[in-house]
Each structure stands twice: as C-alpha cells, then as structure tokens.
C-alpha cells in the first residue's frame, strides 16, 4: 500500500428477514447469515477473508436484523478474530449503496483510505489483498471482483464489458434481457471515500428532479426511477452503470470459484465449497479417521468438537456436524449439513440433506435427494425439531418445523 499507516474499513451487507425467504424453512429461527456453511456462520466466511487485508481497522454488518439477533456472535468473532466487529441496524430500506452512505460518519470514524463492500450472500475465495493491490495500481475511485460464467446464466447477474488491457469497467447492465457479456458482477468491491460524494450526487440530483416535477408537474418525468426516495441508492444502477466508462471505475477478475446463496440447495453446495477451501487455509478444521478409533471420514468433512460419532459409522465426502450431534452405529453421512443438537440413530442413511436443529433420525431410516442444488426440491430439508420415526424414507422432500414422519414420503412440501 501507499503508506503504512493508511487504514482500511470492510463493509459486509448482511440483508435482513425480509430479504431471505427463499432460505426458508431454516432461516424461520436464525437469521441467513449465521446460517453454517462448513461449520462456520456463513457471515463468518467473507469475516475471516477481511482478517487478512492489510491495516484492517474495524469490519461494519449493514442488515436489517434487530441489534440482539446479531449481539452475541459480533461480541464473539471480534473476540476471536482480535477485530473490531460492529453490526449496524438500518432505520428503512436506503438501497445497496444507500446503506453505506447512511452510516457514512461511523465507517468513516477510522479516516481510512480504502473501504472494502462485501455481500454476505456470496460465496467465493475473497482474494480480498489481491484485490487492494489492484485497485491501487488503476487509481480508480472503485474496482469490483468479476468472473467468466456460462452465456446461458450471465443474465441472471450484473453482466459488464471491461478493458482487456487496462481492466476499466466500460459498460454494466443489471441482468439485461439480451447477452451482453460473460463477464459478471461478483458482489465484492473496494472503493475509496469518494464513492460517498458519488451516492451523494445521485441524491442530490434525485431530489433536484423531485422539486422540479413539483414545480413543473411535467408528466414524462414520471418513471420507476423518479419514485425512489432521494435517499435509496442502488450501487449497480445509480453508481456503476452511470460511471461506467469514465475511468473511475475497474474489474479485478477471479479465477476462483464463486456462488451465489440464495437458497438452501445452493447452502449445501457452498458448504462442500468452503470444506474443500479448508484444505488450503484451514486443514486443522477438517476431520480425520479411519474406522478403527474413530468413524471413517471420506473426502472433506466437519465434525464439531462436541459432536459424538460411533467409530463404525461412515462420514463425508461434503458434511458438516455442528454442535451437540450425536452419530449412531453403522450411520452412513454423504454431502449433508447436519445442524445442532440432532440425533441420527443406527444404520440410519443422510444423503444431500439439511438436516434442521434438534431433529431426530430413527434407525434404519433414510433421508435423501438427487442432490440437484438448483431445483426446489432438488435436495431434502428438515426443519427444526422434525422427527423422523424408525424405517421411514423421505426423498426430495421439504418438512417444516416440529413434524413428525410415521410414513415414507417423496417430493413431497409436508406444511
């Protein structure tokens, strides 16, 4: 960096119990983002990532969660993580950027000379000190991380063009109805304190319409646009599009692997993303055994330290236990997240499966899907406290929370 002493802020948009009712029925009692991916909150994954920026000063959560659903895990990370962790409760919806610019003062508090803005939904390696280097180097007020997708799913996300040379951001549209580019926003930027002047014009010139539609009542003003609030700022719309082009904005392509979590089958296909990360940066987190002390583990798993596991059952590839999880004999565990305090019994089979908090799985019974993480019930889901009696199968199926299952079931929503 330029100096030593220039410090950086990170801004993490956590969103709010409007915003994650694709992620029902296991967002009903926890908020999304401390939903576990690989045995970890899945906040807690880009968290860690900003622990390595260089001269990181203090980490902002922006949602709309009331302050105690997040007290206990900020207190908690910033004790680990030796971080400054505060989490920053939104009046009213003020837009992606609009959010950044409410709370301005405090994320400016530090003075820093770079702020980094993260999605908390978005699943990917965060080559966060990569991308600083960067974003130094072009000497723009922005850079945003950006990857190559298949045509066919490119609209589904902001799509841009970009200098193949000086990597500027040229063009960028928010998921277009015609191909634009295999190139997409990835939801993960860093900017410098000028981006605050850029929403601030945005307002200023939205609120100079407004006086002037009420002086003139001039009706082709009148648009989705023009009904916003001056202080709701949509950072893809009303900042990159607009400054794309102008030489203050650049891409920072990643050729690691990125998702987005915007539902529970695609939870499980991150959590088998960030396990198979762990054995780069975090192999200590990875559970190990060979059947004779300890279960077999296949592949890449998580066992949480309180957990019980009888030595003969088998685990993995792709699971996670977390807390209190307690693993019958002859139990058989592939690509799965099993939640707190559940109980799977004897010769009992889990296969690409969320299994909800306090559930019970009866002996010689199966739960599984085809594990097709795109489709509504491409995985099975129990929520909290479902029972599942002895010797019932249920397959391609969403159970809500506090059922019991007597009979077998398939693709079935049991409500």
């Known amino acids: 960096m330029e100096s030593s002493g220039e410090k950086v802020v990170a801004v993490i948009?956590?969103?709010?119990?409007?915003?994650?009712?694709?992620?029902?029925?296991?967002?009903?009692?926890?908020?999304?983002p401390l939903f576990p991916l690989a045995g970890q909150a899945m906040v807690h994954h880009p968290i860690s990532a900003c622990k390595k920026i260089p001269n990181l000063a203090q980490i902002f959560l922006i949602g709309f969660y009331e302050e105690r659903e997040f007290a206990l895990y900020v207190s908690s990370i910033s004790n680990e993580l030796r971080v400054p962790v505060r989490y920053l409760k939104e009046d009213k919806p003020h837009?992606?950027?609009?959010?950044?610019?409410?709370?301005?003062?405090?994320?400016?508090?530090?003075?820093p000379s770079h702020i980094f803005l993260l999605n908390c939904d978005v699943c990917c390696s965060f080559p966060l000190p990569d991308m600083l280097e960067a974003h130094i180097k072009y000497g723009g007020m922005g850079t945003m991380l950006v990857i190559k997708?298949?045509?066919?799913?490119?609209?589904?996300?902001?799509?841009l063009v970009a200098d193949p040379v000086t990597k500027e951001l040229l063009h960028y549209t928010e998921k277009p109805e015609t191909f634009v580019s295999d190139?997409?926003?990835?939801?993960?930027?860093?900017?410098?304190?000028?981006?605050?002047?850029?929403?601030?014009?945005?307002?200023?010139?939205?609120?100079g319409r407004a006086n002037l539609r009420r002086v003139s009542s001039f009706e082709a003003l009148q648009s989705a646009t023009r009904n916003l609030p001056t202080d709701f700022v949509r950072l893809d719309q009303d900042i990159l599009s607009p400054l794309a082009g102008k030489k203050q904005l650049y891409t920072y392509e990643t050729m690691d692997f990125w998702e987005q979590i915007k539902t529970p089958g695609m939870s499980l296909k991150c959590s088998s993303l960030y396990?198979?990360?762990?054995?780069?940066?975090?192999?200590?987190?990875?559970?190990?055994?060979?059947?004779?002390?300890n279960a077999t583990i296949v592949g890449d798993v998580y066992i949480h330290p309180s957990a019980k596991v009888h030595p003969s059952a088998k685990i993995g590839p792709n699971v996670?236990?977390?807390?209190?999880?307690?693993?019958?004999?002859?139990?058989?565990?592939?690509?799965?997240?099993?939640?707190?305090d559940v109980e799977i019994k004897e010769n009992a089979v889990v296969i690409h499966s969320i299994v909800g908090w306090k559930s019970s799985i009866g002996k010689w019974s199966r739960v599984q899907a085809e594990g097709d993480y795109n489709a509504k019930l491409g995985i099975t889901i129990l929520g909290e406290a479902v029972t599942v009696e002895d010797e019932v199968v249920v397959i391609n199926s969403i159970v809500l929370p506090n059922k019991t299952l007597n009979v077998s079931v398939q693709e079935e929503i049991i409500l």
């Open 275 to 293: 396990l198979s990360q762990f054995r780069f940066t975090s192999s200590h987190l990875l559970a190990s055994g060979d059947g004779i002390k």
């Open 149 to 159: 997708v298949s045509a066919e799913s490119a609209n589904e996300f902001g799509e």
């Open 320 to 340: 996670s236990l977390s807390a209190n999880v307690r693993i019958g004999a002859g139990v058989r565990l592939i690509s799965c997240i099993v939640l707190d």
């Open 13 to 32: 948009m956590v969103g709010g119990p409007t915003k994650g009712t694709r992620f029902r029925p296991l967002s009903f009692n926890t908020p999304k």
């Open 183 to 207: 190139l997409i926003n990835c939801g993960v930027y860093v900017f410098t304190p000028d981006v605050f002047n850029a929403i601030e014009d945005v307002s200023s010139h939205r609120e």
């Open 95 to 111: 837009g992606s950027a609009g959010g950044i610019y409410y709370f301005r003062d405090l994320i400016m508090e530090d003075g």
